[in-house]
């Protein structure tokens, strides 16, 4: 699991694999997370074959950062 830290609220770019060694997806390169949401400080991305989470394996903070409508 990633030790990253996460500001709440905020959106970053990141980077993540998925780490269910029965999914299709697993081996394969990094999925692309463009502006991901840290929520309470603890972002969440789910895998969209096996439905299981999936390891973030690198993220920075958007600057600036977008805005919400």
Not at 30 to 48: R, T
């Amino acid at each position: 699991m990633s030790d990253l830290a996460f500001e709440p609220g905020k959106f970053y770019d990141a980077v993540a694999q998925c780490i269910t060694e029965t999914c299709e997806n697993y081996g394969k390169p990094p999925f692309d997370v463009p502006e991901l949401y840290s929520n309470a400080g603890a972002p969440v991305i789910q895998c969209g074959l096996c439905q299981q989470s999936m390891e973030i394996v690198s993220a920075i903070l958007l600057d600036p950062q977008p805005e919400m409508a």
